[in-house]
């Protein structure tokens, strides 16, 4: 019996070895779940030159968008588990519709190898300048607090992680505000510039409406200041320890060889720390990361768990 179960694992080895040594062989592809031009497209995109220059073979980006990410997801896990194939993935893809789509169907961390975080990403506190004409994030919460249920925030719908986070920061905070959700954040930012709602977690799509002045910016929700709002202060340098779940990262099938996902976050860790990618992605005002495999495991299990709490709670209602 052990000397059949050694013969096994002797040539399950000398199957793999060759593989394993040999790889990459031939173009490597890169599936973004949504369409051209967005934020995973761009991460994508800026990583895929440096990778293959230090891979050796073509980086090919393949965008499959659709049904919120699922089409592309479910494309990746039914990929050959050999490296060939990997993808983009984010908090919504990983967390936030398997908690809340009974349709979604992955399970994100036993149908996918978690590779490296590519980059945090932020959102920043915006309010109409009709329930807050000057002061910051201490006079927010101040006005907040003295109208304790008048108060609304906007999201890009009900179960986003922008819903979440909007709830984790009312918790943090010790503010009661309704939420109002919309199909997409450009119609939240819209009304939030008309004073038709009071204010919102928002994410890239808010920098134009900063910058016309038709709403104010009253905190990043980032690390250190970003480059996109230079003198908007972080959620800390405001007195308040809050950060957001936002990041995009690399995933493979499950069940690719170790020495293979190994060598890609290897690999990948080397490119989005390179001096090129560092600066194309402070341009798009994101933080390069590269981090292990086991701590972006790590980043998915505490937001699943987190987010789940609220479910449960009845703080987050997916119906609204």
């Known amino acids: 019996?052990?000397?059949?179960?050694?013969?096994?694992?002797?040539?399950?080895?000398?199957?793999?070895?060759p593989a394993r040594a040999d790889w990459p062989s031939r173009p490597i592809t890169i599936v973004v779940p949504y369409a051209p031009g967005g934020l995973t497209d761009a991460v994508a995109r800026t990583i895929s030159e440096g990778a293959a220059r230090e891979l050796g073979q073509p980086v090919v980006v393949e965008n499959k968008p659709g049904a919120g990410g699922k089409i592309g997801m479910d494309y990746l896990r039914r990929a050959p588990k050999d490296g060939y194939t990997i993808g983009l993935a984010v908090p919504a893809t990983m967390v936030t519709l398997p908690l809340t789509d009974p349709g979604y169907g992955i399970e994100p961390l036993k149908e996918f190898a978690p590779v490296t975080i590519a980059v945090d990403t932020f959102m920043v506190?915006?309010?109409?300048?009709?329930?807050?004409?000057?002061?910051?994030?201490?006079?927010?919460?101040?006005?907040?607090?003295?109208?304790?249920?008048?108060?609304?925030?906007?999201?890009?719908?009900?179960?986003t992680s922008?819903?979440?986070?909007?709830?984790?920061?009312?918790?943090?905070?010790?503010?009661?505000?309704?939420?109002?959700?919309?199909?997409?954040?450009?119609?939240?930012?819209?009304?939030?510039?008309?004073?038709?709602?009071?204010?919102?977690?928002?994410?890239?799509?808010?920098?134009?409406f900063v910058d016309t002045g038709k709403v104010r910016a009253l905190a990043v929700a980032s690390k250190k200041r970003v480059e996109a709002y230079p003198d908007v202060p972080t959620f800390k340098?405001?007195?308040?320890?809050?950060?957001?779940?936002?990041?995009?990262?690399?995933?493979?099938?499950?069940?690719?060889?170790?020495?293979?996902?190994?060598?890609?976050?290897?690999v990948l860790v080397k490119t989005i720390q390179s001096p090129s990618v560092r600066a194309s992605f402070a341009s798009m005002g994101y933080e390069p990361v590269g981090?292990?495999?086991?701590?972006?495991?790590?980043?998915?299990q505490e937001a699943s768990k987190r987010y789940g709490a609220m479910i449960d709670s009845g703080q987050v209602k997916l119906a609204q």
């Not at 506190?125 to 927010?140: D, H, M, R, T």
């Not at 981090?291 to 998915?300: G, I, L, Q």
Request: no cysteine; glycine share 12%; proline share 6%.
């Open 1 to 17: 019996m052990i000397r059949t179960a050694m013969l096994v694992a002797a040539l399950a080895l000398a199957a793999a070895g």
């Open 162 to 208: 922008f819903h979440f986070n909007n709830v984790y920061f009312a918790n943090l905070a010790g503010i009661q505000t309704v939420h109002v959700p919309y199909k997409g954040e450009s119609g939240a930012l819209a009304d939030l510039a008309g004073g038709q709602i009071d204010y919102m977690l928002a994410g890239q799509g808010a920098k134009t």
């Open 125 to 159: 506190l915006v309010a109409s300048k009709k329930i807050l004409p000057s002061g910051g994030l201490k006079e927010f919460i101040a006005l907040a607090k003295s109208r304790p249920g008048q108060l609304n925030y906007g999201t890009p719908g009900a179960g």
């Open 237 to 266: 340098e405001a007195g308040m320890d809050f950060s957001t779940d936002g990041w995009v990262g690399f995933i493979a099938p499950a069940g690719i060889p170790p020495a293979v996902l190994e060598r890609l976050n290897a």
């Open 291 to 300: 981090s292990t495999p086991a701590y972006f495991r790590n980043v998915v």
